[in-house]
């Protein structure tokens, strides 16, 4: 699976657009982008996953570019409750793909 | 139940004694992972299974660790002789099937604490 790269840590006033980057420049055609957070004290999440078209539900948006080199996880209007670790995944999807490699992800911290 | 268990929450054990981890996955869920994070560290594979297939064991540490998956359903994780070093949250996840994108739903962890 595609290694990903991302920043250690992020601040987001609170009610503001959260844009967390991830770099997958090695990404292949048959592997999907996963966002998944963990907060404080509690198992992984998961967000939102997405193959090449932007995604959106409940919880977040996914811009991937048009490269698929990298992508966008937006949460619209940061809370105090979305502070986390955000992890970007990328997985095949393919048996043998078992494993999802968590990284040291994404620090958000959402700032009252 | 509604989402993965795993017991006990919170573990203290002595060094040298072994411990066993319990993971209840989502019903119907055929794969189960185990990770184990260690403080302020990121998420480390252990094993995971998939229906009747070898899990693949690829992520254990040392040969003190083993899991079995009886069933279909219900997996234990196992620790002989434990090591201070092995003190971790051990996490427990499962999916509805692997082979097609889904999501992994996680376990709230079993705190381990070796003295």
């Known amino acids: 699976d595609a290694k990903t790269t991302q920043p250690t840590s992020m601040d987001c006033a609170e009610g503001r657009a959260a844009n967390l980057p991830c770099n997958h420049s090695?990404?292949?055609?048959?592997?999907?982008v996963y966002w998944y957070r963990q907060i404080h004290s509690q198992g992984p999440q998961y967000i939102i996953h997405?193959?090449?078209n932007n995604e959106t539900n409940e919880m977040a948006s996914l811009i991937i570019t048009e490269d698929r080199k990298s992508s966008t996880l937006i949460l619209p209007h940061a809370t105090l409750r979305d502070t986390a670790v955000y992890y970007c995944?990328?997985?095949?999807?393919?048996?043998?793909?078992?494993?999802?490699?968590f990284g040291t992800g994404t620090r958000l911290t959402v700032i009252p | 139940g509604a989402g993965v268990s795993q017991s006990p929450s919170n573990k203290v054990t002595e060094k040298g004694k072994d411990v066993e981890l319990r993971c209840d996955p989502i019903?119907?869920?055929?794969?189960l992972y185990w990770y184990r994070q260690s403080l302020g560290q990121g998420l480390e594979f252990l094993i995971y299974?998939?229906?009747?297939?070898?899990?693949?064991k690829s992520g254990l540490p040392s040969d003190r660790f083993s899991a079995e998956r009886t069933g279909g359903s219900v997996s234990t994780l196992t620790i002989q002789r434990t090591q201070q070093e092995d003190s971790a949250v051990y996490l427990c996840?499962?999916?509805?099937?692997?082979?097609?994108?889904?999501?992994?739903?996680f376990g709230q962890g079993t705190r381990l604490t070796v003295v």
């Open positions: 996840a499962s999916s509805l099937r692997q082979g097609r994108i889904t999501e992994a739903f």
């Open positions: 090695t990404i292949s055609g048959n592997e999907y």
């Open positions: 997405g193959l090449k």
């Open positions: 995944i990328v997985r095949g999807d393919q048996t043998g793909a078992n494993n999802l490699f």
């Open positions: 019903s119907g869920h055929t794969a």
């Open positions: 299974f998939q229906g009747n297939s070898a899990p693949d």
